[in-house]
């Protein structure tokens, strides 16, 4: 079997950006607070917890002191909640993220009905969804699930920022057969798509992604 390495092995820009925040903290304080998993890679976590940073699922378990912003982003007033509350807030949201955050946010005030295609219970979309609460929003993951998507006069999409280019082109092809209006954002990032690319200009069979340790044991 050949093994074919994309060049771009390795951590990506969001993710060293948000390691290097939380080290950097590391230096002036011996505890801090991660909202949610920073990352996701469990043997870098482990370490973060050896090294002084604790896990937590709400901001009802920090009292005070400094709380991280894990690199998917989170609902936004969770970041104005901390802040009122005191906490020293670092926002390790990848800026990928927080554009995708700001589109939707830009298309709901310009009155566009919101698709967001990608994954609703991954952080990310749970985070964009949140950028946009009271509006109307849809979440799809394939283009069957656009189904139920009432036909609208204005209709803006934004994507996950790991999202495949294929399956996103796919929906937004079937997606403008259901409204007036439909204007459309690629907010999968740079790093995901250089990624899609190479490998799709390898002769590949398949493809086995291997993100952390754990998964190559299991
Ligand atoms: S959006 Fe791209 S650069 Fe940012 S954390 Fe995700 S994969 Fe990494």
């Given at each position: ?16 950006r ?57 609902d ?25 955050q700001?589109?939707?946010?830009f ?24 950028s ?5 929003t849809?979440?799809?993951?394939d ?8 036909f ?16 996103f ?30 490998t ?19």
């Amino acid at each position: 079997m050949q093994v074919f390495l994309p060049p771009e092995i390795g951590f990506c820009f969001g993710v060293k950006r948000a390691l290097n925040l939380v080290i950097d903290e590391l230096k002036r304080e011996e505890k801090i607070y991660s909202l949610g998993d920073l990352i996701h890679n469990p043997q870098v976590i482990e370490d973060l917890k050896r090294k002084g940073v604790v896990f937590v699922s709400s901001l009802s378990q920090v009292k005070k002191g400094t709380v991280i912003i894990r690199s998917h982003g989170v609902d936004p007033s969770l970041i104005r909640k901390a802040r009122e509350k005191g906490l020293k807030v670092i926002d390790a949201t990848c800026p990928y993220v927080a554009k995708v955050q700001r589109i939707a946010k830009f298309l709901s005030q310009k009155s566009y009905r919101i698709v967001i295609v990608g994954l609703s219970t991954h952080p990310e979309i749970k985070g964009v969804m949140a950028s946009v609460a009271g509006k109307k929003t849809y979440v799809v993951k394939d283009a069957q699930e656009i189904e139920r998507i009432p036909f609208t006069g204005k209709m803006g999409v934004v994507v996950q920022t790991t999202e495949s280019l294929d399956n996103f082109s796919n929906i937004v092809k079937n997606l403008v057969k259901r409204g007036k209006e439909c204007r459309v954002f690629n907010t999968i990032c740079k790093v995901i798509r250089r990624r899609q690319e190479e490998t799709k200009l390898q002769e590949i069979d398949q493809v086995d992604l291997l993100s952390s340790l754990l998964t190559l044991q299991r």
